[in-house]
Nanobody, 120 residues
Framework: QLHLVESGGDLVQPGGSLRLSCAASGFTLDNYAIGWFRQAPGKNREVVSC????????YYTDSVKGRFTISRDNAKNTMYLQMNSLKPEDTAVYYC?????????????WGQGTQVTVSS
């Protein structure tokens, strides 16, 4: 079976850092684009960051540029989102996703979500 298991969400103070992890099983991550999405209360889900299957294209939404870094470790079949200089507006449930090839596409596989709360 195909699974994406997320971890790393937590309560953190503004200015702090977190690293989200998403471990894949049942398929190989490096065959696909990988993405991180988030959904804040009362808002639609939005794409945060993505790397294409070829690794030639990387996308960040404007609000996280320079603060977040997406990466993958093929040996561990795991993807990551390093989040620095966190702000209260980063508070959301974060989802990893894959099963597509281009960042403009629609992911087929989703993680269960992990809560990130930025608050003093």
């Amino acid at each position: 079976q195909l699974h994406l298991v997320e971890s790393g969400g937590d309560l953190v103070q503004p200015g702090g850092s977190l690293r989200l992890s998403c471990a894949a099983s049942g398929f190989t991550l490096d065959n696909y684009a990988i993405g991180w999405f988030r959904q804040a209360p009362g808002k639609n889900r939005e794409v945060v960051s993505c790397i294409s299957a070829s690794n030639r294209s990387t996308y960040y939404t404007d609000s996280v540029k320079g603060r977040f870094t997406i990466s993958r470790d093929n040996a561990k079949n795991t993807m990551y989102l390093q989040m620095n200089s966190l702000k209260p507006e980063d508070t959301a449930v974060y989802y990893c996703a894959t099963g597509y090839y281009y960042c403009s596409g629609l992911p087929l596989y989703w993680g269960q979500g992990t809560q990130v709360t930025v608050s003093s």
